[in-house]
């Protein structure tokens, strides 16, 4: 396969896409539910992390590792192996982040993180239970009052156990 042009960080969701063709069928054959697959650049290294979960909760170490041998099988014949530095499958953990619209109406009601940015750089920090997403924006019940984020100004959103 000819290299293809852009970089790495310009390619996440082509081999994100790529990842969940190959793997989204091996984790239900197990009996377990897809959460998420993420590519992204920790320190120098790009990571390929496949996360999944059991329908009423909670992957054990044993489980784990029965299903990580045929994803590594199925991640190694990926056209853009070449990319990944490390593979990861686990568990997407009780503050697992909400990044696709699924993950928000399975949530709804639950109580939520938001790491979002302000103008000029700085932080704000956010719990409340989530009550709407539409796509674009997100809405959470702080204290009684409802208030709503533009997803493009938040940075991470994570269940709040």
């Not at 539910?33 to 054990?60: A, N, Q, R, T």
């Not at 853009?80 to 699924?102: F, T, Y």
């Not at 997100?138 to 100004?153: H, I, Y």
């Amino acid at each position: 396969m000819a290299k293809q042009k852009g970089g790495k960080k310009n390619r996440a969701a082509e081999v994100e896409r790529e990842a969940m063709e190959l793997v989204a069928p091996i984790v239900e054959r197990y009996g377990y539910e897809l959460w998420d697959i993420i590519f992204e650049k920790e320190g120098s290294m790009w990571y390929l992390k496949v996360l999944f979960d059991k329908p009423d909760g909670g992957i054990s170490d044993d489980e784990c590792e029965a299903v990580t041998a045929p994803i590594n099988e199925a991640i190694d014949r990926m056209p853009s192996i070449d990319l990944i530095d490390v593979a990861e499958v686990g568990s997407p953990g009780l503050d697992r982040a909400l990044r696709k619209p699924e993950h928000f109406r399975q949530l709804m009601g639950q109580p939520i993180r938001i790491a979002l940015r302000l103008d000029g750089g700085d932080m704000r920090y956010i719990s409340g239970t989530l009550c709407g997403y539409d796509g674009d924006n997100v809405s959470v019940v702080c204290e009684g009052k409802e208030e709503s984020f533009p997803l493009s100004r938040c940075k991470r959103i994570n269940l709040d156990l």
